[in-house]
């Protein structure tokens, strides 16, 4: 067991490194590419559309908008990467003794380098704007673990997939290309379904409860409640309990899934 973690660990710091082998900056363009995006967004969004305050509160746009998008950027690579796993390391995959199960796991693990680089950047943004949190700030530990929870109960399903049908990798981009925009990272939820529930009460229900069953929702809505609302996971008993029976019910079909297709792994590759 201790020789898997330190061969995890292993794997995981030298998959971080070879992404941006042969490259100029090296592993540096791992944190500007999410940095420059978040640029973007700001200045699109607070710039050109003069996007003020958040509704309610008095928090500056751009910190609210980065509470949204430091989860979404690991979700997204830690999946993209993950669902490659099999095929980037079908030389692992190929030998015998290797325990492949293991490289979902260091995809996911290579991609938190950077998320705990932006967890960094996020809080001392908040505290030199004067709007640190507070000991609540902890709880980001929480809704990180969580995402490497549900980046690993995916990954095993599309990972084991994508060896036999190789598009799964452009699906599964065209899924976070929409996913972005289906959650509420750069728009405000109860302003949404207010708009909504203008032209339909009924309507702005459905709505909502669709938008809530994306896991990635409660992700989100997590790091804003730590960082702005202050608001405890505990006291969301309802999306606690949906967000984990989810994760529990996709490692359930993703285990049954990978049993069935390991076996032709190597035949496949």
Not at 27 to 56: C, D, H, M, R, S
Not at 252 to 262: A, D, N, P, W
């Amino acid at each position: 067991m201790k020789d898997n973690k330190k061969l995890i660990m292993y794997l995981a710091k030298n998959d971080f490194k070879t992404r941006f082998a042969g490259s100029y900056f090296g592993v540096i363009w791992g944190f500007i590419q999410p940095l420059v995006t978040i640029l973007l967004y700001w200045f699109v969004f607070q710039l050109a559309l003069k996007a003020g305050p958040v509704a309610n509160t008095d928090i500056p746009f751009v910190l609210w908008l980065m509470a949204g998008l430091v989860p979404w950027f690991f979700f997204s690579e830690a999946v993209i990467n993950g669902t490659n796993c099999f095929m980037e390391y079908n030389y692992l995959v190929k030998k015998v003794m290797f325990e492949i199960k293991i490289l979902p796991l260091v995809k996911v693990l290579s991609s938190l380098y950077v998320h705990v680089f932006f967890v960094g950047v996020l809080i001392i943004a908040y505290a030199v704007a004067g709007y640190f949190p507070g000991i609540i700030v902890i709880q980001v530990i929480y809704y990180s673990a969580s995402m490497v929870a549900l980046s690993l109960a995916i990954s095993y399903l599309t990972a084991s997939v994508a060896v036999f049908f190789k598009d799964t990798t452009q699906i599964v981009g065209i899924f976070m290309q929409i996913g972005v925009w289906m959650t509420p990272i750069m728009w405000v939820f109860s302003d949404m379904i207010a708009r909504v529930s203008n032209h339909s009460e009924m309507l702005g229900k459905v709505v909502s409860v669709i938008l809530k069953l994306n896991p990635m929702f409660y992700i989100v809505q997590g790091y804003r409640d730590t960082m702005i609302d202050g608001v405890w996971f505990v006291q969301r008993p309802g999306m606690t309990l949906y967000f984990w029976a989810f994760v529990a019910v996709m490692l359930l079909i993703s285990r049954k899934v990978y049993g069935k297709l390991k076996p032709h792994f190597s035949d496949v590759l």
